[in-house]
């Protein structure tokens, strides 16, 4: 007996079963990355790379930043961000990943409750699990009844703090928050609002700061944005007041036993946050994007998301795979979205923009959706 036997028979299964994972390689029109403003693979972020090499900043960091790791760059980029999205603090991180297991699990405290939205990323979820603070689900988008269960925890007689955490744009439905009501709602029951902007950050929001900006500098609200996305780099920053900066430095375990990010790419981020603020062009070109597909949209008998994230549900494993399959091999790159990441029988086509396909393509890519809808 082999000691991978246990390993083989779990892949086997889940062979069976469809639902085995692989790695695919980059092909066809992309419909599939959050690459939503194009900067990835931009002239750019070439520029912007190759001069931080030239003033010497470094492609690796060498050790956590409590260490050795903490790079002059990584103190600008926190001053820049926190300046743009408005907060009083920030926190650079690796991967949003990393950001919301530190957000988490060691913000919230042992007699405190998390509020969360029902949809809310695996990534919370998982930070949840690590923390000690008890969690509680409300309805998806809906303020009231978040209100309505939170006020039933402080009628048990709960002494802790409440913490309400959502997404400002849903990236499997392709939906907005109410961030208003919810800032409203943590404002009348002193709680603290956690708002993962990863969807939005460079896009939404006023100058694309995010729809929750215009509460950011509030001390209980905490925004989480993304960099691998629209902003085409890597990590994220978790922007704050500077009180819980301080406590994520000293207590969250993903920031403290993790080797720092590339200082390389510290700086390369802090370009591209300055081009956008200077320069609105990429953002202009990707809502006029969406407002067209829009109108393709339609005209397809969908209905449109109103974001640059449009589902196309599809129930049922066979009929969600194959119609990516027949997609695929007309040369778009459009993946089907899966239980457990969404509900079964919620199965979907995941359509993503962004200014990476030509025009023509868009309106192939809505015909040929409408052949495989048929």
Request: glycine share 10%; charged share 20%; proline share 5%.
């Amino acid at each position: 007996m082999s000691p991978l036997d246990g390993q083989r028979g779990l892949l086997e299964a889940l062979a069976q079963r469809r639902r085995a994972r692989a790695l695919q390689p980059v092909s066809g029109a992309d419909f599939a990355s959050n690459d939503y403003l194009g900067l990835a693979g931009s002239d750019l972020l070439r520029e912007l790379a190759r001069d931080a090499l030239d003033r010497g900043h470094a492609p690796g960091a060498g050790a956590a930043r409590l260490l050795r790791g903490n790079h002059a760059a990584f103190t600008a980029l926190e001053a820049a961000a926190a300046q743009h999205f408005g907060s009083g603090g920030a926190l650079y991180f690796g991967s949003g990943y990393g950001a919301n297991l530190a957000i988490f699990s060691a913000l919230p405290a042992a007699r405190d409750l998390v509020l969360h939205d029902a949809l809310i990323h695996a990534s919370a979820l998982d930070g949840m699990r690590l923390g000690a603070a008890e969690t509680r689900s409300f309805p998806h988008n809906d303020p009231g009844a978040a209100r309505d269960i939170l006020r039933r925890w402080r009628a048990e007689g709960r002494g802790g703090q409440a913490w309400l955490a959502v997404e400002s744009l849903y990236s499997m439905d392709g939906d907005f928050a109410p961030v208003q009501a919810l800032a409203d709602l943590a404002a009348e029951e002193g709680a603290f609002l956690i708002v993962d902007e990863a969807h939005a950050t460079g896009i939404w929001g006023p100058g694309g700061r995010g729809l929750a900006a215009p509460w950011a500098a509030r001390e209980n609200v905490i925004t989480l944005h993304t960099c691998g996305k629209a902003l085409g780099v890597q990590g994220a920053l978790v922007c704050a007041d500077p009180v819980l900066i301080a406590t994520l430095v000293n207590r969250a375990r993903s920031f403290i036993y993790s080797t720092a990010p590339a200082p390389l790419l510290a700086e390369v981020l802090r370009g591209v946050i300055a081009h956008l603020a200077a320069d609105s062009t990429r953002r202009d070109a990707l809502l006029a994007r969406v407002a067209r597909a829009g109108d393709l949209a339609r005209g397809i008998g969908l209905a449109p998301s109103g974001s640059q994230i449009q589902p196309i549900l599809l129930p049922g494993d066979a009929r969600c795979l194959a119609a990516a399959a027949r997609l695929q091999a007309q040369g778009f790159d459009i993946r089907a979205i899966r239980a457990p990441t969404v509900p079964k029988g919620a199965e979907r086509l995941r359509l993503s923009l962004t200014l990476n396909p030509d025009e023509p393509a868009l309106a192939a890519v809505f015909a040929a959706l409408h052949e495989v809808i048929q």
